[in-house]
């Protein structure tokens, strides 16, 4: 059964500082998604990831995939307060159309 | 384009109800995907339908059921209730075998 991990699971940083949120997934697939939720919202895509390699920049945001290794990150530059939400993985694998979810990654930025 | 709409926003049911949530996908959208979403569990894949059929169904039992209609909206039925069942039901709609899910704001339901 196809697995998607992320880690770390929650994620406190100071505004200002980086870090990478990892996730893993058990099965062949060349496509990644990456999505944000806001607290008592809805799920909004951030990023689509289709090939080995791909590489993806939004703002202080920046996905990646390595379909070798089953690994994208996430990468966050220089933290806002804004970015403080939960971030979630997503594979879709052999094109199923059922895309599955890692556990999300809640992350608090704070001042 | 108007998004992904769920109804209604929030449901009370007992145990042993019957319960149907209802999405409207973005227009041109044929694929539509429900999940759900739990504390415990988080995100969840219920089932996904593209014109009117059933392509693929998650690990629920079968008292979770879904359809779709011609014109690409879709409801969901779960059937005798239980306190399990409180969750978010999202569902989500997709333009293309790559594009991303674009999620409505989602049904909270409540069983008690």
């Known amino acids: 059964e196809l697995k998607v991990e992320q880690n770390p699971l929650f994620l406190s940083m100071q505004e200002g500082k980086n870090y990478t949120i990892y996730c893993n997934y058990s099965t062949t697939s060349d496509r990644l998604y990456w999505y944000r939720q806001d607290p008592g919202k809805s799920l909004e895509s951030l990023f689509v990831?289709?090939?080995?390699?791909a590489v993806k920049q939004e703002g202080r945001l920046m996905a990646s995939l390595d379909t070798k290794a089953r690994l994208s990150t996430l990468h966050i530059t220089a933290a806002v307060h804004d970015l403080s939400a939960t971030y979630f993985c997503a594979v879709d694998p052999n094109n199923n159309n059922d895309m599955r979810f890692g556990a999300g990654t809640r992350l608090t930025v704070k001042p | 384009k108007a998004g992904v709409t769920q109804t209604p926003r929030y449901l009370i049911k007992t145990r042993g109800q019957q319960v149907t949530l209802s999405c409207s996908p973005i227009?041109?959208?044929?694929?539509v995907s429900w999940y759900q979403q739990t504390p415990g569990q988080g995100l969840q894949f219920l089932f996904e339908y593209f014109s009117e059929t059933q392509r693929n169904k998650g690990n629920f039992p079968g008292r979770f059921s879904g359809r779709q209609f011609s014109n690409s909206r879709s409801e969901m039925n779960v059937s005798t209730l239980e306190l399990g069942d409180s969750a978010l039901y999202l569902c989500?709609?997709?333009?293309?075998?790559?594009?991303?899910?674009?999620f409505g704001n989602g049904t909270r339901l409540t069983v008690t």
């Open positions: 990831l289709l090939s080995n390699g």
């Open positions: 989500a709609s997709r333009q293309g075998p790559s594009s991303p899910l674009h």
């Open positions: 227009s041109g959208h044929r694929s």
